[in-house]
């Protein structure tokens, strides 16, 4: 059951669910598609995945509370199903959806202050009831085309698959370089359409091979790539690596459902010790950088809660039949990325992402509501080819 009311998965009789067969009842899931990430699905024959693995115990009614609450213990007849309500809102949830349309990508929707996921779709997904089916042709069928399919719809690609995050990372960048002393706010940039660093003669271009620089503020706003890039140099691989484990770079993500992919910063100390062109490239979110729609969204939380990021988690509580609560989640911190004084920073040059930068197009919202922001678009193909990228926008509110 969602935050709002919503019921998005349950079990009917099986005429209530138009089924067949030998069965009397039918597991259904009212909003199709959804919620599949979320739910996931269960089958007689292939197994259950997300909340209906995770909570199996719970909505079958076989948790040791449960039992207790049985007036004739495992052999009754009364009804012990519990219920497993989630922090996510249909509404939300399908606003989302609509938001994406039929473009393919992930929109996740957080409380920074607890970790609630109130929203978490992709596009593609799947619906769940095909595969709950009774009909084993019809499973078949469609686990087959499901798994066939190349954009990966049973992964629950907002937390389950991993992205170059291209500009997006400069907030981890940018944070690290104030909370090393690096760049301040009186930082200023040389203007340059190019930037040979060491170990190559290659040089690093800002977007679109465009004049670039200025102070940190118009930097960050316009995202040139060259003053990030220098400025992971200066840092130092050791620095930036260890700098990047406090956002939670190479390690799993806490999170409630299973599977969830680690975001990693894409080498060692030593591999950029070797090669701080590499390093350079890996400052402002290309290169072997690869991070969770989720995890990007955590980052950015952790800016708006004074650099404090949550554990992120999708069930807000468990309850028996009776409605007696077996489990309830208390919002945990995970990580502090940087201090209340730097997140205060990055939120001024967010903000200035929102009102005259790269997402001044895109993220005015009524009641002049002020907005912080950031945006990123990943390179995907070779230069001189056709562009290929991955588009990102990052943002929280008030």
């Known amino acids: 059951i969602t935050a709002d009311g919503s019921i998005i998965a349950q079990t009917l009789p099986v005429d209530a669910a138009n089924g067949s067969g030998k069965y009397k009842y039918q597991r259904n899931y009212p909003k199709g598609e959804l919620f599949a990430n979320i739910t996931g699905y269960y089958t007689l024959g292939y197994g259950s995945t997300q909340l209906e693995r995770t909570q199996s115990a719970v909505l079958k009614g076989t948790t040791a509370q449960q039992q207790l609450e049985a007036t004739g213990g495992l052999f009754s007849k009364d009804d012990l199903s519990g219920s497993v309500h989630v922090t996510l809102r249909a509404d939300l949830q399908a606003a989302a959806k609509k938001a994406l349309g039929n473009r393919e990508g992930s929109v996740v929707v957080l409380d920074p202050k607890t970790g ?39 992964l629950a690609n907002a937390y389950q698959e991993r992205y170059m ?8 960048t940018t944070t690290i370089g104030l909370e ?7 930082s200023v940039f040389k203007d340059e359409r190019a930037w040979v ?5 290659k040089p690093i271009r800002n977007y679109g091979k465009k004049v670039c620089g200025g102070d940190l503020a118009e930097v960050f706003r316009r995202s040139c790539n060259i003053p990030f890039a220098q400025t992971a140099v200066n840092v130092g691989p050791v620095a930036m690596v260890d700098a990047t484990t406090r956002f939670g770079f190479d390690e799993k993500v806490p999170f409630d459902l ?17 090669s701080l062109a590499l390093l350079a490239i890996h400052g402002f979110g290309q290169g072997q950088v690869q991070v969770t729609p989720l995890h990007m969204a955590m980052i950015t939380s952790s800016v708006a809660n004074a650099g404090v990021m949550m554990k992120p988690f999708v069930v807000q509580q468990t309850l028996t039949h009776n409605r007696n609560v077996i489990r309830r989640t208390n919002p945990e911190a995970w990580k502090t990325t940087m201090s209340a004084t730097t997140a205060a920073t990055m939120t001024q040059l967010m903000i200035g992402v929102a009102q005259s930068g790269t997402a001044a197009c895109c993220l005015q919202l009524n009641g002049g509501i002020s907005v912080a922001a950031k945006t990123g678009t990943a390179q995907l193909n070779p230069e001189g080819e056709k562009q290929r990228s991955h588009a990102w926008i990052t943002a929280f509110a008030p």
């Open 116 to 154: 609630a996921v109130v929203a978490m779709y992709s596009n593609p997904s799947y619906d769940p009831n095909l595969i709950a089916s009774h009909n084993g042709n019809v499973v078949n069928e469609t686990l087959n085309g499901l798994q066939s399919d190349t954009a990966k719809p049973l």
């Open 165 to 172: 995050p291209g500009s997006t990372f400069k907030i981890v």
């Open 258 to 274: 299973p599977g969830a992919a680690a975001s990693t910063f894409g080498g060692t100390a030593e591999d950029f010790t070797d």
């Open 197 to 201: 660093p060491p170990n190559t003669k």
């Open 180 to 186: 090393t002393g690096k760049v301040d706010m009186m």
